[in-house]
DNA sequence: CCCAATCACTAGTACGTACTAGTGGTTCTA
DNA sequence: TAGAACCACTAGTACGTACTAGTGATTGGG
């Protein structure tokens, strides 16, 4: 009678409950395809499901078809920006309602730690950047074949729309008549690629507005270059500033306050991400948006249509938008709240 | 000879492969107490393991053994704050050493996706806020037992002090010789619980001081509140806000800004994270700082004590300090930079 | 009315691991 | 020199699921 402490519920106890064989419980639970089973039966099964509280195992359900109901999002190491975080939530949302669950995943350069690919047996790995040839060779060897971005399967990338960010700072800075681009880089090496991505497209857009290129600084709120940047923009004639997101833009102006020069007055600066910092700064940033929201659900089913050949929507081109506000706006009621400090 | 599609290397071929059992294998492996194995057979083992590649299946091994090397934390669905994601990364390096992998998951409310710890065989699970009655049930059906925080086993809370900072922050302005105080507090429902903590700890200095209660205001960047929650505190009397954490204390300082106020001339204000935006904003935010890291390493050791028994070190208890700065600063040089307005 | 086809199931196995029970062989003790 | 103790291993099984092959019963066509 005494049970070693209380055994998990299986679905061998469901069958008992039900009185049929373990075969049909599955059966039921999975749909099977090409098993039919009657009414009665599906409902007497239901039942002891419910009545025993029956969880099925991941882990015997995973062994036995080398498949789990799991996404794995790998993660880069930098830092999380806020745009990134509403994609993520969508992802999961629309992940959710299909049944999977997606696990997020930031390998740490130099810790011990198993991968998380080698241990979940996930249905899909979606990398935010592509994978290193060590990594995609790790992947394939753990027979993990459905890999976004897949090199072998060009197209497959997570459809990312790096360029038109930066080309609507760009050009929303030369539509307010600015003549002289300044580029404000973070300092963060990880980040490295991104920027030089960022930073060429605001290059094309002022060369082909017969312009000079863009005069680059970095710019970090940790050391002392905000205040020297601003006023080396200022010196070289720059009079607006693309900055690499939200946060590198708050330096500049904060910069540029703190060495006694106005914003907009004096520099105009526009962010990219529209996170909530761009509302909250003073003045508050001008910012570009992007819909992350839906960028999140094209990559859910991609995921989907790559776990289970779900069909694939419609791309819905994202849309990237610009928000106008105060840091590129220089005569409104808000302006005078602000005032270059006076000098000596 | 035509393999079904390249299998994968189980310890069986590396038994083969070394001449050896399947058991042997595992005895090596696994290092398994009990068990002594001979330097020679052992070195022929981890050569075939090295020469196969292989790699072991979790998905088997958390079938047999019951067990995973995986600790899941369950994050709440609210904003992810600045510290918590110090916090998460030292939790995830200092388990990654000792081999373990975290995976976060934010259970999503209106989600059919089954949680993940039916799903993981997680052997720690950790969670941010107390788990709620149906979610102990559950874990306890999945046979779950290691769980922080567990009701059953008091002490075993995930300890961390949420009274200092809140007491940092009220000494700090009675200290400078503020005699009214504010309290700000975000709109997001979920925070409740929290800010009712915070707001409880800064009452109770108040009134030990002989001062009154805190005024509470709520404050919020996308609604108007900003500038009317300042102009109502001016209007009582208020010269010190305690701010629930930099985020609303930039949205206190931007609505004291917006309605003719200056900050700190006429009202000082202290954040609580010591976030990026507490150095970034203009005023720069005097704020509270916890060793948000040493927190996360004591979680992983208590994780990891729970699931092998390794010891507990001397809970260090965590610092939390008051970095001062512009906001509740009255004369500096950087106080000028930025000034009331003129007003009409 | 007979054979085929379909239906509604069941028996039984494989997945890859961890580990128990056992097995020869050697060394040590009395 | 018998027996105990130990060493270094191996055979084999259980974990819980998904699914293949098979099995009686019913239906359908000619």
Excluded at 121 to 136: C, H, M, N, R, T
Aim: proline share 7%; glycine share 6%.
């Amino acid at each position: 009678m005494t049970r070693t402490l209380t055994r998990r519920t299986t679905a061998a106890d469901v069958a008992r409950e039900a009185g049929v064989s373990p075969a049909t419980v599955g059966f039921v639970l999975n749909r099977t395809k090409g098993q039919t089973i009657s009414e009665e039966t599906r409902a007497r099964v239901l039942a002891a499901v419910e009545v025993l509280n029956y969880k099925p195992h991941h882990a015997a359900r995973a062994l036995r078809s080398g498949k789990s109901k799991i996404v794995l999002l790998v993660l880069p190491d930098w830092p999380l920006e806020h745009s990134l975080r509403t994609n993520l939530e969508a992802l999961t949302h629309t992940l959710g309602d299909n049944g999977y669950a997606l696990i997020t995943f930031t390998p740490q350069p130099h810790s011990s730690a198993t991968p998380l690919w080698a241990v979940l047996e996930p249905a899909v790995v979606i990398g935010y950047k592509p994978f290193s040839a060590e990594d995609l060779a790790e992947l394939k060897a753990l027979g993990i074949r459905n890999i976004i971005p897949n090199p072998e399967t060009p197209g497959m990338g997570a459809a990312a729309d790096l360029e038109s960010g930066p080309r609507l700072q760009a050009e929303h800075l030369l539509s307010l008549g600015h003549t002289k681009l300044g580029f404000a880089c973070p300092p963060d090496p990880r980040l490295a690629a991104f920027v030089k991505t960022r930073l060429d497209v605001v290059t094309r857009v002022c060369i082909r507005a017969g312009l000079s290129s863009p005069v680059v600084r970095q710019v970090d709120y940790r050391d002392g270059s905000g205040p020297s940047a601003a006023a080396h923009w200022v010196a070289e004639g720059v009079t607006g500033v693309v900055a690499y997101n939200d946060d590198v833009a708050a330096d500049v102006i904060a910069g540029a306050v703190r060495s006694g020069l106005s914003v907009p007055g004096d520099l105009c600066v526009v962010g990219h991400d529209n996170s909530p910092l761009a509302s909250r700064y003073i003045p508050s940033i001008s910012s570009v948006e992007i819909d992350m929201e839906s960028l999140g659900k094209q990559s859910a089913h991609l995921a989907l249509n790559l776990a289970e050949g779900y069909p694939m929507p419609a791309s819905p081109l994202s849309a990237a938008s610009l928000v106008h506000r105060e840091s590129t706006t220089h005569t409104t009621r808000n302006d005078s709240v602000l005032r270059k400090s006076p000098r000596s």
